[in-house]
């Protein structure tokens, strides 16, 4: 079965320093992958599209990768700020989207 | 605020009652997404409906069922409601029915406890 794999242990990561955030998927050749961001209690929030095509995709301080040969997408957020503290959610778009559990991401000032 | 709506905002029931939880779209979106969230599961996709019509099926229980109305609101009805259907239920709307290369716009949640 369709299966993807986010770091289930937080990642903790010291403010200004680049955060690498993994999602790995297995059984599934999605044409799209999605992250998202969740702060806890609230809903989901868009960040970055990236289509299989797509080596890399960039916004502002964040960096998405897509390998389909790996079957990986890596997430960097640069210059990283305790704001940017949060889960964050991929997601694998098909006929329909298929979520990651999610990794936390904790910034130390 | 990425303007879809939901609520109630907390629901507390018990074993074996009935609940329906509300979700307005974005303006001008016409699909509709609930999804289910446990700290376990993680975010499990329940439902999708575009412009009133069922366009995909996930993990969704025969217990759960769902529709969306003319106006574009949808409604997920839980029945037979148990201990393990506590969760953020949440709801989210997009532009077109292809969720794989729309951005999704969710709702703020109803957060259903079930005692």
């Known amino acids: 079965s369709q299966k993807i794999e986010q770091n289930s242990e937080a990642l903790n990561i010291q403010e200004g320093k680049t955060a690498t955030l993994t999602c790995n998927y297995t059984n599934y050749s999605p044409a799209y992958l999605q992250w998202y961001r969740q702060d806890p209690g609230r809903g989901p929030v868009f960040l970055l599209l990236?289509?299989?095509?797509?080596k890399e995709k960039r916004k502002e301080r964040l960096k998405v990768t897509f390998d389909t040969t790996l079957k990986q997408s890596l997430f960097h957020i640069t210059a990283s700020q305790p704001a940017d503290s949060a889960t964050y959610l991929c997601?694998?778009?098909?006929?329909?989207?298929?979520f990651g559990k999610g990794t936390r991401l904790h910034i130390l000032p | 605020d990425s303007g879809v709506t939901q609520t109630p905002k907390h629901l507390i029931t018990a074993t074996g009652q009935r609940v329906t939880l509300r979700c307005s779209p974005r303006?001008?979106?016409?699909?509709v997404y609930w999804y289910q969230q446990s700290l376990d599961q993680g975010l499990q996709f329940l439902i999708q409906y575009y412009n009133g019509e069922e366009r995909a099926k996930g993990n969704i229980l025969e217990r759960f069922s769902a529709q969306q109305f003319p106006d574009l609101h949808s409604e997920l009805n839980l029945s037979s409601l148990e201990l393990g259907d506590s969760a953020l239920y949440f709801c989210a709307s997009s532009r077109t029915h292809r969720s794989s290369y729309n951005e999704q716009f969710f709702g703020p949640g109803t957060r259903l406890t079930v005692l």
């Open positions: 303006s001008g979106d016409l699909s």
């Open positions: 990236i289509r299989e095509n797509e």
């Open positions: 997601a694998l778009g098909g006929d329909k989207i298929i």
